[in-house]
């Protein structure tokens, strides 16, 4: 890695983002985004929620398609009830991850401080630590069904070399999971993105930006992780948020 300064503390501020289609949890998102679906006994986002505010976040911006913002802002308010200010943005359009974090650059206005984000269908039990001695920070899991997610290639000092998405020959490996951290340099690096062949901003592409730069940061978490965004992998998070 880079000689870059370690911060001490988690970031004060962080970012949800919970837009997108939800197609592979049709016919339910038809009505509804997915994030405000059922995970056993509350909504999907409240679980990215309390990761962010078990690290300490309180500050935390919220971007949601613009169908649904409304049903956002009715279940969370401003935040207040959990010693928390929220911020709403609405993505028009649903152009990928990085498209959408894009959107919050004007909510992050300090570019030596760095900020967490985490995807509003993740489901973590680790308490995640947002610290970051590179430029950037991702946290993987081992899974054994990498081929659904980016997968961390690792060069001989076990530094990220780049992380490969979906790669069609692996099963077992270690995932990139929906919670990163970055600088406000990240703005930059989205800004000079190509759509990829989905005619998306790919976050693996940013990642490996990084990557490329050998300053991406990572943690391998120990404890339970899930998306929830198919019907698999939301009972899998369902059932585990049972036995809590």
Do not use: C
Not at 99 to 115: C, H, Q, R, V
Not at 129 to 136: E, L, M, R, S
Not at 209 to 223: F, N, P, V
């Amino acid at each position: 890695m880079g000689n870059f300064q370690i911060k001490k503390e988690n970031p004060a501020r962080g970012i949800i983002l919970a837009g997108g289609h939800g197609t592979r949890l049709r016919p339910l998102t038809y009505t509804t985004n997915k994030h405000l679906l059922p995970v056993f006994n509350k909504q999907m986002i409240f679980y990215p929620l309390q990761t962010l505010l078990e690290a300490g976040i309180r500050d935390i911006l919220i971007v949601s398609g613009r169908e649904h913002a409304g049903h956002f802002i009715e279940l969370l308010g401003s935040g207040s009830q959990f010693n928390a200010n929220f911020t709403y943005k609405v993505q028009d359009e649903a152009g990928g991850i990085a498209e959408a974090l894009g959107l919050a650059k004007e909510f992050i206005e300090d570019k030596n401080e760095p900020f967490a984000v985490i995807l509003g269908d993740n489901v973590f039990e680790d308490k995640l630590d947002f610290k970051i001695k590179g430029q950037a920070k991702v946290f993987l899991k081992k899974v054994k069904d990498a081929n659904r997610f980016g997968v961390a290639r690792f060069d001989y000092h076990k530094n990220i070399e780049f992380i490969e998405e979906k790669p069609k020959d692996r099963k077992m490996g270690y995932a990139v999971t929906g919670a990163y951290a970055y600088y406000r340099d990240v703005f930059d690096v989205i800004s000079r993105l190509k759509p990829s062949n989905r005619n998306e901003l790919e976050i693996t592409d940013v990642n490996n930006y990084y990557a490329a730069l050998d300053a991406l940061d990572y943690e391998t978490l120990k404890g339970f992780w899930s998306d929830a965004g198919q019907f698999e992998s939301l009972l899998r998070a369902s059932l585990w948020a049972s036995k809590k």
